[in-house]
């Protein structure tokens, strides 16, 4: 494989006039998971998992157009019918096959700009909304069109139409026997995206926006998965440099109608009101290692009322939370939603090879009678306060052969707070510890 893909890099970089490209990749990682113990509720006291997941790509580009798939294998191992298998399971899946039709200089000179038809991934700004999770075992494809624009002073655009696809399988014995089921459209789903970047603005800052439209029509039998509403949003930035500072701010708005449950009545028509902000200051020391440490804050409403006609809990659709809230796979105890929490950050670089990141967070509710989203576990009365704990996070990355060869391992240490050990009660198990280690070849 490794002599193929070197001849075909080769090959692409010099084509015969009027001759396609073809180029054949791919990348396999193993990782070893082990949570101990589990914070969910209804799960075994603790949970193991070998998660493998292998990609091979096949990409043909003529002179304005391409042709691209990509197949990805995701199996879990160790586990066993008392596993958390959410986000493992997804064997012999096609996640990307697209026509790709490209065009120079639309709208100026020296702009660029792709339209993608197919099944398709998609990156979008800081990946908090839609994003290829580039942590979690499966990643969340979409069948639609996709058309991205930039030119060569900084300024982008993007306008996409999509059916977010289901992963499947997702019953828990075919999971746990790694059966192959080939994903469907969501059912009733779609979600439509508008992106603008200005250009850089005077010190490197960059300003961008955007616009998410998600809708679901729900079926008779689940109406409280119903949704229809907007997201508008808003980031500025400006990464850190060797001896000076950098930002961020992004701010997100969701309004329109969703569904839930009221008084243990599923309905398809409430109001649906909520936000998310992060906000973060860093700054880039001079020196060998180049040591940056940055001061983080998020919050993301929660439900004041579980018992009125409103929701105000934020839906962070198809984002990710690792860069902001740590590991997930087995782990992932907080998500993008009722929730409050500042933490600090230091990234290293002790070796040309090596990257390490220290990360040390509070977590709590934004809303105490709202539940702990992602645990299964609720307290209607909010008697139990809304400090969720403290988490000690660290991750270790080696490029053992460039391009080839990385080996990644870290750690997440939760240290409970009030809320947690009042709601489990009798049922605390102790503070979750969680370890991984994993190896990642790239052919």
């Known amino acids: ?28 990682r193993t990782r070893y998971e082990s949570l101990d113990p589990q914070f969910r509720k209804g799960f075994d006291e603790s949970d193991r998992v070998l998660a493998l997941q292998t990609t091979v790509a096949f990409d043909v580009k003529f002179d304005v157009l391409q042709f691209y798939a990509e197949v ?22 096609p996640i990307q096959t697209y026509v790709a039709w490209r065009r120079k200089g ?17 990156d979008l700004g800081t990946r908090r909304m839609v994003a290829r999770d580039p942590y979690r075992n499966t990643v969340t494809s979409f069948l639609g069109a996709d058309w991205v624009w930039h030119d060569a002073d900084g300024r982008s655009a993007r306008l996409f139409y999509a059916l977010p ?14 059966d192959v089921e080939l994903d469907h459209a969501a059912r009733g789903s779609q979600l439509f995206g508008a992106y603008y970047q200005l250009r850089p603005l005077a010190g490197k800052s960059v300003l961008e926006s955007y616009l998410l439209a998600y809708g679901v029509d729900a079926p008779q039998s689940n109406p409280a998965a119903a949704a229809h509403w907007v997201a508008p949003a808003v980031r500025a930035y400006r990464l850190p440099a060797p001896g000076a500072w950098g930002y961020e701010i ?3 708005w969701e309004q329109g109608r969703a569904g839930g449950t009221v008084g243990g009545v599923a309905r398809s028509n409430l109001e649906q ?14 020196g060998p290692r180049q040591p940056t440490l940055l001061f983080q804050y998020d919050v993301a409403s929660g439900d004041r009322d579980p018992n009125d006609s409103s929701i105000e809990r934020f839906n962070s659709l198809f984002g990710v939370r690792r860069f902001d809230f740590g590991p997930t796979g087995i782990f992932g105890p907080f998500a993008r939603s009722n929730i409050e929490t500042p933490g600090l950050r230091l990234t290293l670089v002790p070796e040309p090879r090596w990257r390490t990141m220290f990360s040390y967070r509070v977590f709590k509710l934004a809303e105490a009678r709202d539940q702990w ?13 809304r400090s969720l704990g403290d988490q000690l996070e660290a991750r270790f990355i080696w490029a053992a052969i460039e391009r080839r060869l990385s080996i990644e ?35």
């Open 1 to 28: 494989m490794l002599a193929w893909h070197g001849l075909s890099q080769a090959d692409e970089a010099a084509p015969a006039a009027g001759s396609p490209s073809f180029t054949f990749s791919g990348t396999q």
């Open 72 to 93: 990805m294998d995701s199996r879990g191992e160790l586990n066993d019918e008392h596993s958390f298998v959410t986000g493992t399971v997804n064997t012999l899946e």
């Open 106 to 122: 639309l709208f100026e000179d020296g702009a660029d700009s792709t339209l993608r038809v197919g099944r398709v991934t998609i």
């Open 165 to 178: 696809m289901q992963t499947l399988p997702d019953g828990l014995d075919a999971q746990l026997g790694n």
């Open 250 to 252: 992004e701010t997100i």
């Open 273 to 286: 009101r909520a936000y998310f902000a992060h906000a973060e200051v860093g700054y880039e020391f001079r």
């Open 373 to 385: 989203v992602g645990s299964g576990w609720s307290d209607p009365t909010g008697r139990s306060g």
């Open 409 to 443: 391992t870290g750690f997440a240490l939760f240290d409970y707070g009030r809320y947690p050990r009042e709601v489990q009660g009798s049922a605390l198990r102790g503070d979750p510890r969680y370890f991984y280690l994993a190896a990642t070849t790239t052919f």
